[in-house]
Protein backbone atom coordinates (compact mmCIF):
# COMPACT_ATOMS: atom_id res chain seq x y z
CA UNK A 1 0.00 0.00 0.00
CA UNK A 2 1.72 3.18 -0.79
CA UNK A 3 2.00 6.06 1.16
CA UNK A 4 -0.89 8.60 0.50
CA UNK A 5 -3.47 5.29 0.37
CA UNK A 6 -2.57 4.62 4.09
CA UNK A 7 -5.58 5.35 6.33
CA UNK A 8 -4.91 7.80 9.10
CA UNK A 9 -1.90 9.38 7.71
CA UNK A 10 -2.55 12.75 8.32
CA UNK A 11 -3.94 15.64 6.09
CA UNK A 12 -0.50 16.25 5.17
CA UNK A 13 -0.12 13.59 2.61
CA UNK A 14 1.55 14.48 -1.35
CA UNK A 15 -0.68 15.18 -3.52
CA UNK A 16 1.28 15.93 -6.23
CA UNK A 17 5.15 15.40 -6.46
CA UNK A 18 6.92 17.27 -9.61
CA UNK A 19 10.68 15.67 -9.59
CA UNK A 20 13.40 16.90 -12.41
CA UNK A 21 10.32 18.26 -14.72
CA UNK A 22 11.92 19.59 -17.72
CA UNK A 23 10.14 20.68 -20.79
CA UNK A 24 10.74 22.54 -24.39
CA UNK A 25 8.88 23.28 -27.49
CA UNK A 26 10.84 22.70 -30.34
CA UNK A 27 14.22 24.24 -29.13
CA UNK A 28 13.12 26.29 -26.86
CA UNK A 29 13.36 25.14 -23.44
CA UNK A 30 10.32 26.65 -21.32
CA UNK A 31 10.67 24.41 -18.16
CA UNK A 32 14.18 23.18 -16.52
CA UNK A 33 14.60 20.87 -13.70
CA UNK A 34 11.06 21.89 -11.98
CA UNK A 35 10.75 20.47 -8.50
CA UNK A 36 8.14 21.02 -6.37
CA UNK A 37 5.58 19.12 -3.61
CA UNK A 38 2.05 20.13 -3.37
CA UNK A 39 0.69 18.85 -0.10
CA UNK A 40 -2.96 18.00 0.76
CA UNK A 41 -4.90 21.09 1.78
CA UNK A 42 -1.81 23.80 0.83
CA UNK A 43 -3.04 26.20 -1.31
CA UNK A 44 -0.27 26.76 -4.49
CA UNK A 45 -0.76 30.22 -5.86
CA UNK A 46 1.93 30.38 -9.36
CA UNK A 47 2.94 33.02 -10.50
CA UNK A 48 5.14 33.89 -13.35
CA UNK A 49 6.01 36.00 -16.04
CA UNK A 50 4.23 35.50 -19.64
CA UNK A 51 5.51 32.74 -21.69
CA UNK A 52 6.93 31.28 -18.33
CA UNK A 53 5.40 27.69 -18.82
CA UNK A 54 2.83 27.67 -16.51
CA UNK A 55 -0.01 26.64 -18.57
CA UNK A 56 2.50 23.82 -19.78
CA UNK A 57 3.33 22.42 -15.89
CA UNK A 58 -0.70 22.54 -15.37
CA UNK A 59 -1.43 20.61 -18.12
CA UNK A 60 1.61 18.38 -16.95
CA UNK A 61 -0.26 17.63 -13.97
CA UNK A 62 -3.86 17.28 -15.30
CA UNK A 63 -1.90 14.48 -17.92
CA UNK A 64 -2.90 16.23 -20.94
CA UNK A 65 1.34 16.89 -21.64
CA UNK A 66 3.89 14.88 -20.90
CA UNK A 67 7.12 15.81 -19.13
CA UNK A 68 10.25 14.61 -21.39
CA UNK A 69 13.05 14.99 -18.22
CA UNK A 70 11.63 13.84 -14.68
CA UNK A 71 8.44 12.54 -13.02
CA UNK A 72 5.11 13.58 -11.51
CA UNK A 73 3.53 11.68 -8.61
CA UNK A 74 -0.24 12.07 -8.21
CA UNK A 75 -1.88 10.95 -5.00
CA UNK A 76 1.10 8.62 -4.13
CA UNK A 77 1.66 7.15 -8.06
CA UNK A 78 3.52 7.85 -10.94
CA UNK A 79 1.40 9.98 -13.37
CA UNK A 80 1.33 7.16 -15.84
CA UNK A 81 -0.21 4.97 -13.48
CA UNK A 82 -2.30 6.90 -11.82
CA UNK A 83 -6.36 6.64 -12.82
CA UNK A 84 -8.54 8.35 -10.27
CA UNK A 85 -8.64 11.99 -12.59
CA UNK A 86 -12.21 12.88 -11.00
CA UNK A 87 -9.98 13.53 -8.04
CA UNK A 88 -8.59 16.23 -10.33
CA UNK A 89 -11.06 19.38 -11.24
CA UNK A 90 -9.72 21.60 -13.44
CA UNK A 91 -10.49 25.15 -14.89
CA UNK A 92 -8.07 26.31 -17.98
CA UNK A 93 -8.15 29.93 -19.02
CA UNK A 94 -11.14 31.23 -20.06
CA UNK A 95 -9.78 32.88 -22.99
CA UNK A 96 -8.82 29.26 -24.57
CA UNK A 97 -13.00 28.99 -24.86
CA UNK A 98 -14.63 29.70 -28.21
CA UNK A 99 -17.75 32.11 -26.93
CA UNK A 100 -19.46 30.50 -29.62
CA UNK A 101 -19.55 27.22 -28.15
CA UNK A 102 -23.35 26.11 -28.75
CA UNK A 103 -23.74 24.83 -25.09
CA UNK A 104 -26.14 26.07 -22.28
CA UNK A 105 -25.07 26.22 -18.55
CA UNK A 106 -25.87 23.03 -17.98
CA UNK A 107 -24.77 21.04 -20.52
CA UNK A 108 -21.21 22.42 -20.25
CA UNK A 109 -21.59 21.64 -16.07
CA UNK A 110 -22.41 18.24 -16.76
CA UNK A 111 -19.96 17.94 -19.43
CA UNK A 112 -17.72 17.67 -16.63
CA UNK A 113 -19.03 14.09 -15.76
CA UNK A 114 -17.99 12.74 -18.86
CA UNK A 115 -15.37 11.20 -17.53
CA UNK A 116 -13.17 8.50 -19.69
CA UNK A 117 -15.51 6.10 -18.58
CA UNK A 118 -18.76 7.96 -18.63
CA UNK A 119 -18.83 9.44 -22.35
CA UNK A 120 -21.73 7.03 -23.95
CA UNK A 121 -23.53 6.36 -21.07
CA UNK A 122 -26.99 7.92 -20.22
CA UNK A 123 -26.95 10.56 -17.72
CA UNK A 124 -29.06 9.13 -14.34
CA UNK A 125 -31.07 10.94 -12.19
CA UNK A 126 -27.82 11.25 -9.35
CA UNK A 127 -26.30 12.94 -12.16
CA UNK A 128 -28.69 15.03 -13.31
CA UNK A 129 -28.66 15.97 -9.11
CA UNK A 130 -25.13 16.55 -8.79
CA UNK A 131 -25.18 18.60 -12.08
CA UNK A 132 -28.41 20.40 -9.91
CA UNK A 133 -26.30 20.94 -6.86
CA UNK A 134 -23.24 22.20 -8.39
CA UNK A 135 -25.23 24.75 -10.35
CA UNK A 136 -26.57 25.87 -6.86
CA UNK A 137 -23.43 26.04 -5.06
CA UNK A 138 -22.11 28.36 -7.54
CA UNK A 139 -24.84 30.39 -7.55
CA UNK A 140 -26.33 29.83 -10.96
CA UNK A 141 -29.46 27.57 -11.46
CA UNK A 142 -31.40 30.90 -12.53
CA UNK A 143 -29.02 30.93 -15.88
CA UNK A 144 -29.38 27.13 -16.37
CA UNK A 145 -30.60 26.91 -19.55
CA UNK A 146 -28.71 30.12 -21.02
CA UNK A 147 -25.88 29.98 -23.69
CA UNK A 148 -22.64 29.73 -21.93
CA UNK A 149 -21.54 32.41 -24.57
CA UNK A 150 -24.40 34.73 -23.09
CA UNK A 151 -22.67 35.31 -20.19
CA UNK A 152 -20.56 38.06 -18.70
CA UNK A 153 -16.94 36.56 -17.98
CA UNK A 154 -17.38 36.54 -14.31
CA UNK A 155 -20.47 34.34 -14.33
CA UNK A 156 -19.11 31.86 -17.40
CA UNK A 157 -15.53 31.35 -14.50
CA UNK A 158 -18.78 30.08 -12.13
CA UNK A 159 -20.16 27.53 -14.54
CA UNK A 160 -16.45 26.39 -15.42
CA UNK A 161 -16.01 26.36 -11.52
CA UNK A 162 -19.11 24.17 -11.47
CA UNK A 163 -18.01 21.99 -14.01
CA UNK A 164 -14.88 21.14 -12.36
CA UNK A 165 -16.48 20.98 -9.01
CA UNK A 166 -19.17 18.55 -10.23
CA UNK A 167 -16.85 15.12 -9.38
CA UNK A 168 -15.77 16.42 -5.85
CA UNK A 169 -12.08 16.53 -6.88
CA UNK A 170 -9.63 16.62 -3.95
CA UNK A 171 -7.68 18.97 -5.64
CA UNK A 172 -8.24 22.57 -7.90
CA UNK A 173 -6.15 23.34 -10.57
CA UNK A 174 -6.73 26.64 -11.60
CA UNK A 175 -5.40 28.47 -14.63
CA UNK A 176 -5.83 32.47 -14.35
CA UNK A 177 -9.36 32.61 -12.97
CA UNK A 178 -9.42 35.95 -11.98
CA UNK A 179 -8.51 37.73 -15.74
CA UNK A 180 -10.83 39.40 -17.76
CA UNK A 181 -13.41 39.94 -15.04
CA UNK A 182 -14.55 42.72 -13.26
CA UNK A 183 -12.73 43.52 -9.65
CA UNK A 184 -15.88 43.20 -7.80
CA UNK A 185 -16.27 39.75 -9.00
CA UNK A 186 -12.76 38.87 -8.62
CA UNK A 187 -12.61 39.47 -4.95
CA UNK A 188 -16.22 37.27 -4.49
CA UNK A 189 -14.98 34.56 -6.85
CA UNK A 190 -11.49 34.84 -4.47
CA UNK A 191 -13.28 34.84 -1.33
CA UNK A 192 -15.19 31.68 -2.35
CA UNK A 193 -12.35 29.56 -2.80
CA UNK A 194 -10.64 30.90 -0.09
CA UNK A 195 -13.52 29.84 1.90
CA UNK A 196 -13.61 26.01 -0.31
CA UNK A 197 -10.05 25.80 1.07
CA UNK A 198 -10.08 26.62 4.67
CA UNK A 199 -13.47 25.12 5.17
CA UNK A 200 -13.57 21.80 3.02
CA UNK A 201 -10.46 19.65 2.55
CA UNK A 202 -9.55 20.63 -0.81
CA UNK A 203 -6.30 21.72 -2.08
CA UNK A 204 -5.56 24.42 -4.66
CA UNK A 205 -3.18 25.28 -7.19
CA UNK A 206 -3.98 28.21 -9.26
CA UNK A 207 -1.87 30.63 -11.13
CA UNK A 208 -2.74 34.41 -11.00
CA UNK A 209 -1.65 37.11 -12.11
CA UNK A 210 -2.74 39.44 -9.33
CA UNK A 211 0.02 39.61 -7.17
CA UNK A 212 -2.17 41.47 -4.43
CA UNK A 213 -4.53 38.85 -3.81
CA UNK A 214 -2.20 35.81 -4.10
CA UNK A 215 0.44 37.62 -1.72
CA UNK A 216 -2.63 38.83 1.06
CA UNK A 217 -3.49 35.60 1.36
CA UNK A 218 -0.30 33.47 0.27
CA UNK A 219 1.97 35.59 2.19
CA UNK A 220 4.30 38.67 0.91
CA UNK A 221 6.98 35.42 0.13
CA UNK A 222 7.42 32.66 -2.35
CA UNK A 223 8.29 29.07 -0.48
CA UNK A 224 9.97 28.30 -3.82
CA UNK A 225 11.18 29.19 -6.76
CA UNK A 226 12.37 27.72 -10.02
CA UNK A 227 13.67 29.42 -13.44
CA UNK A 228 10.59 31.88 -13.64
CA UNK A 229 8.71 30.38 -11.71
CA UNK A 230 7.57 31.27 -7.95
CA UNK A 231 5.53 28.95 -5.69
CA UNK A 232 3.52 31.01 -2.79
CA UNK A 233 1.91 28.44 -0.34
CA UNK A 234 -0.34 28.65 2.55
CA UNK A 235 -1.70 25.42 4.40
CA UNK A 236 -4.62 24.83 6.04
CA UNK A 237 -4.93 23.87 9.53
CA UNK A 238 -8.54 24.78 10.04
CA UNK A 239 -10.27 21.60 9.83
CA UNK A 240 -9.58 18.57 12.52
CA UNK A 241 -11.23 15.96 10.18
CA UNK A 242 -8.71 14.59 7.90
CA UNK A 243 -11.86 13.38 5.76
CA UNK A 244 -13.01 14.93 2.97
CA UNK A 245 -16.83 16.08 2.71
CA UNK A 246 -18.87 16.49 -0.54
CA UNK A 247 -17.74 19.74 -1.19
CA UNK A 248 -21.71 20.68 -3.29
CA UNK A 249 -23.94 19.26 -0.60
CA UNK A 250 -22.20 21.36 1.91
CA UNK A 251 -21.32 24.48 0.06
CA UNK A 252 -25.06 24.10 -0.95
CA UNK A 253 -26.18 23.86 2.82
CA UNK A 254 -23.70 26.86 4.30
CA UNK A 255 -25.71 28.77 1.10
N1 LIG B 1 1.95 24.05 -28.51
C1 LIG B 1 2.98 24.91 -28.48
N2 LIG B 1 3.90 24.94 -29.45
C2 LIG B 1 4.95 25.78 -29.40
N3 LIG B 1 5.18 26.66 -28.41
C3 LIG B 1 4.28 26.69 -27.43
C4 LIG B 1 3.14 25.82 -27.38
N4 LIG B 1 2.43 26.07 -26.25
C5 LIG B 1 3.10 27.05 -25.61
N5 LIG B 1 4.20 27.42 -26.31
C6 LIG B 1 5.17 28.45 -25.89
O1 LIG B 1 5.74 28.06 -24.66
C7 LIG B 1 5.88 29.16 -23.78
C8 LIG B 1 5.22 28.84 -22.45
O2 LIG B 1 3.81 28.76 -22.64
P1 LIG B 1 2.80 28.62 -21.43
O3 LIG B 1 1.44 28.81 -22.00
O4 LIG B 1 3.08 27.37 -20.68
O5 LIG B 1 3.24 29.87 -20.53
P2 LIG B 1 2.46 30.65 -19.40
O6 LIG B 1 3.44 30.87 -18.31
O7 LIG B 1 1.20 29.96 -19.07
O8 LIG B 1 2.18 32.03 -20.14
P3 LIG B 1 0.95 33.05 -20.09
O9 LIG B 1 1.07 33.77 -18.80
O10 LIG B 1 1.23 33.92 -21.28
O11 LIG B 1 -0.30 32.24 -20.24
C9 LIG B 1 5.32 30.35 -24.52
O12 LIG B 1 6.40 31.07 -25.08
C10 LIG B 1 4.46 29.76 -25.61
O13 LIG B 1 4.46 30.58 -26.75
Known sequence: MNEFAKPQAGCHREIVRLDGVSYAYDSQTILSDVSFKILE??????????????????RMIVGLTRPQQGSITLFGKPASQFK???????????????????????????S????RQKLFRRLSKTDIGRSEDA??????????????????????????????????????????PLTGIDVETQQSFFHMI????????????????????VRSYLG?????????????????????DCDGTDLLHSLRKEG
Open 41 to 58: RDFVGLIGANGAGKTTLL
Open 220 to 240: QEPKERSGKLSFYVRHSHDLD
Open 112 to 115: GMYG
Open 84 to 110: EWNDIGYVPQRSHFNPLFPATVREVVL
Open 135 to 176: LGAMKIGDLANKKIGALSGGQQQRVFLARALINNPKLLILDE
Open 194 to 213: KHMHQRHNITFLMVSHDMEM
